[in-house]
């Protein structure tokens, strides 16, 4: 029977995954909402700033997220006073590398949802007095609701999957931040192979779900 050393980790993960894919499509949908349809000077910079994490090596998103928010930071050595630790091989750094890291492809998902909608829907509500908000709310997403659906999952796989940005801005504590790829990689440098299947079939099957549905819901 496999016990807390096997399970503790898939816990972890579980933990991130689930808020670290909900800060991710939520962020995502605030950018796609301000994003889609206009034209600004400077927008396609912005928009490759924003893809980035999913061309760049883990390693480099590791390193980032170290300047930007470690110790020595601005923003690191802020919270580090309010709340007495820091941000960086917490809880909380595997939460921030898991949604940086999941956030592009779930953007990419909802921006190309939301621009298919039909504009003159969404013009003909505006001309009955609807707010912004409320034309994104009853008529662009519930008009693209397979992509943000399928956005949702992706990102959910996504961060289920990151590894190389969270074991350098969050390392490898368990308990606290070893997440099951964390795992798998140490099971392997330490010649635990059995374990090591029990953790790679896990994500095989899930990832194979999440993806299975992602392409039902494309049809």
Do not use: C, H
Not at 52 to 70: D, E, N, R
Not at 115 to 127: H, I, K, T
Not at 156 to 179: C, D, H, N, P, Y
């Amino acid at each position: 029977m496999l016990g807390p050393e096997f399970w503790t980790p898939v816990w972890v993960s579980v933990r991130v995954v689930l808020l670290a894919s909900t800060l991710a499509f939520l962020l995502a949908i605030a950018a796609a909402w301000l994003l889609k349809k206009r034209t600004f000077r400077g927008k396609t910079a912005l928009e490759t700033v924003l893809m980035l994490p999913l061309v760049l090596p883990p390693t480099v998103v590791g390193f980032g997220l170290l300047v930007l928010l470690g110790r020595n930071s601005v923003v690191g050595s802020g919270f580090e006073w309010l709340f007495g630790q820091p941000i960086v091989f917490t809880y909380i750094a595997a939460v921030i590398a898991a949604t940086v890291v999941a956030f592009p492809l779930v953007y990419q998902m909802l921006i190309n949802g939301f621009e298919e909608v039909d504009s003159e829907l969404e013009a003909a509500a505006r001309q009955m007095g609807a707010s912004e908000i409320e034309v994104f709310r009853f008529v662009t997403l519930p008009l693209s609701w397979r992509q943000v659906t399928s956005g949702f999952m992706l990102g959910l796989a996504r961060a289920l999957g990151e590894f190389g940005a969270t074991l350098m801005f969050a390392g490898s504590i368990f308990g606290v931040t070893q997440t099951v790829p964390v795992s798998i990689y140490l099971a392997v440098e330490t010649g635990n192979y059995l374990l090591a299947y029990y953790w790679v079939g896990s994500i095989i099957l899930f990832s194979f779900v999440l993806l299975a549905f992602v392409q039902q819901m494309r049809k």
